[in-house]
Every structure is written in structure tokens, then in C-alpha cells.
DNA sequence: CAGCATCCCGAGCGATACTG
DNA sequence: CAGTATCGCTCGGGATGCTG
């Protein structure tokens, strides 16, 4: 999982979620990104996809039990390097 | 940090390592790879690098304080993933 | 609104060979 | 033993344009 797995997942960590929102709330992420990062994490049970038959469509993301499991050990890393990022030579 | 970062670190919680034993102990890693990774962590300030000017050459690597701090954090969502890793779809 | 298709580029990385 | 040098390819991922 890459960077952008890692942002999707905490943008989620909020709440349920749209695709317009994802868009405008995990900063510098492309279409293509963001498809591509939703359809793997939905491959991997982390997130869950809600398509409603409307018009205009709208579709909802939110995290699984797996996925709530996943950002709960993973939160305290990131919290942790985001501290440390100073001290470190950030590589990107 | 790759893959490599990550199970490099892993061999080094053990306790002090040099150069030939992460070679065999990280599985699959090549030269290149472990030199590159070693120079990344050493100069995030993960690792030590300690020559001895002997012949022939020696050279341990062992974890900085800092990067004990890091696997600290690390190993919670190392392990997870570890034991959930038949339900996740694995990329690699 | 919520995507998919295509082109393209550079970083990452494996394999192999050489060195102090 | 502990690396460095070079080649070549794969793949992430940005830009752009199209669709239901």
C-alpha cells in the first residue's frame, strides 16, 4: 500500500465519505489515484463502496471493521513519524 | 521507506548485525538493495554504521535509538498485518 | 457526479560484473 | 568481506480527454 492508501484511509477514518470529498480532502491526489488507490483497498477489504441509482450517481466509501482494525495500528506509526518528520530526512 | 527499510529493521531489532548476515537473513534482498537501504536508514538516523579497519573488513549495523523507537511503533502493525495477511488480497 | 482509457516519463529495482 | 558500477526493464503515477 502506498502513500495515498495511507491518506485515503485516514480521510475515511472521519466518516463515511464521497468521492467528491475524497478528491477535495486528500490533497494532490489525482482521478486516476484515487480510483485506482479505492478499487485496491476495496480489493483488500479495507474500505467499503456504496453505489445509490441516482441521478446524478453518488457513491459513499467507508472503512470495514477490517479497515477500523487496520487505522487503529497504523495510526500511533503515522502519528509517531509526522513528530519525528523533522528530525528525519524526509524523503519525498 | 520500502519493503527493504522495513525487514532490515526487523533483522537489526535482533541486536547487532553485520553486513553478511542481514545478506542472508533478509531473504531476497540483493547487494544493491541492502546498501541502498542501509545508506537510506543510515541516513535517516535509523542506523549506525560501525567499520572496523581490519582485513579482512568488518562492518556492523545496529539500530540508533531512534530506530528502536521506530520498530516500537512499527511492530504493532507489522505483526498485524502478519497474522491477517490470508484475508487481504496480497499485492506482492 | 463518478469514474475509465490512453500516453508518457522517471524512479525503483533486479542482475551481473568489478574493486579495495 | 563489504561493498560500487552499469544496464535494462518494470511500474507508479501525472496529464489529458471521454463516458454513463
Known sequence: ??????????????????????????????????ASTLRTLEADGFVARTAYPEVPPRVEYDLTDLGIELIQVMMPLVSWIAQRADEIVTDS
Chains 1, 2 share one sequence.
Not at 475524497?22 to 489515484?33: A, N, P
Request: overall charge positive; charged content about 30%; cysteine-free.
Open 1 to 34: 500500500m502506498s502513500k495515498w492508501g495511507v491518506l485515503v484511509l485516514s480521510a475515511l477514518a472521519a466518516g463515511t465519505k464521497r468521492w467528491g470529498e475524497l478528491r477535495r480532502e486528500v490533497d494532490g491526489i489525482s482521478e486516476k489515484m484515487l
